[in-house]
């Protein structure tokens, strides 16, 4: 049976059962629609590293290294480099109607606490974050992919880009981030005509350490 919890500020979050990977999995897709060469990730540490956080729910626990033209090398994950604030400006490849975001830090002092979307504002920098976000979330600490965050989706019903700004950790000098999953519809973006053809992730048949996770599902309010 579900649990209901209020947090202040209007965060809404449920955990997933993770004996369901596959089916998440589907409704996780939306990294796919992402125009990744424009992806960008303010104060990561490691230039590129941003990127590597959006990637299919079944690889979110995979954080080794790995080479691009073998000269870059990277890990799977992106640190923060002069504070712990990160900022990551995802435009899409078309139209997005966004319904929830699972986020994995690292099980310690350095995991995201609070998480700003800001919809249809591509190329900001941390002086935009003074504006009010379109919604905000006070995250748990997420090790393996289980809860999901669920946005409004009437607010971001009609999603070009996305910007996702993390102002603060658990306490740690920098932030970690191992994977952010983005669940939701797709439309292609038509430049003649008026067709819209939409895609849906539907279900077919949610960071590192904790093997352990309570089955009973939580709904936050």
Known sequence: MPHGHSHGGGCEHEALGIDNE????????????????????????????????FKPYN???NHDKFS???R????QYVKSDADEELLF????????????????????ETHPKKMRLFKNRPKMTFDDTSASADQEFSLEKDANGVFEYSTKVVTFANVHHLSLHIPT??????????????KGEFSEAHHHGVTICTYEARPNVSDHKNNLFDSVNHQIQ
């Open 89 to 108: 400006n995802i435009p899409f490849t078309g139209n997005v109607k966004l319904k929830g975001i699972i986020i994995i830090g690292a099980d310690d």
């Open 22 to 53: 596959l089916e998440i999995g589907i409704h996780y897709s939306l990294y796919e629609k992402i125009d990744m060469n424009n992806v960008e990730c303010l104060n990561e540490e490691l230039e590129g590293s941003g990127k590597t956080v």
């Open 68 to 70: 691009i033209n073998r």
């Open 169 to 182: 950790n658990y306490g740690g000098e920098s932030t970690t981030v191992y994977y952010i999953g983005l």
């Open 59 to 61: 690889e979110r626990l």
């Open 72 to 75: 870059k090398t990277y890990f």
